[in-house]
């Protein structure tokens, strides 16, 4: 069973920048494909960015292309997420999940496709 733990999430002024990681415990962290989601109030949880295993595929939500980053680190076992520029539409629950088929088999943006989500860390932009 593969647990994935979010952290860095907290407040931050609009046009500020804030990263996020995500560790998982159990399972190989450099077989899954990994993404980022968001959840915010009275909202439906969408998608935000995806990495494949290798790191060489990248997707973005249009909503933060040119705003976020998402990269692994492989070798540590880690995911990140770098915002920057951020608004306070991008206040949310953010959360990390990850799949075991590659993207090829089904939707990158896809909540189903994943099959590991972690608890998510509250981000909280102020205009």
């Known amino acids: 069973q593969v647990q994935l733990v979010e952290s860095g999430g907290g407040l931050v002024q609009a046009g500020g920048s804030l990263s996020l990681s995500c560790a998982p415990s159990?399972?190989?962290?450099?077989?899954?494909?990994m993404g980022w989601f968001r959840q915010a109030p009275g909202k439906e949880r969408e998608f935000v960015a995806a990495?494949?295993?290798?790191?060489?595929?990248?997707y973005y939500a249009d909503s933060v292309q040119g705003r976020f980053t998402i990269s692994r680190d492989n070798t540590k076992n880690t995911l990140y997420l770098q915002m920057s520029s951020l608004k306070p539409e991008d206040t949310a629950v953010y959360y990390c999940?990850?799949?075991?088929?590659?993207?090829?088999?089904?939707?990158?943006?896809?909540?189903?496709?994943?099959?590991?989500w972690g608890q998510g860390t509250q981000v909280t932009v102020s205009s």
């Open positions: 999940a990850a799949r075991t088929t590659p993207f090829y088999s089904g939707p990158y943006y896809h909540i189903r496709e994943y099959d590991y």
């Open positions: 159990g399972g190989t962290f450099s077989s899954y494909q």
């Open positions: 990495i494949s295993r290798s790191g060489a595929s990248i």
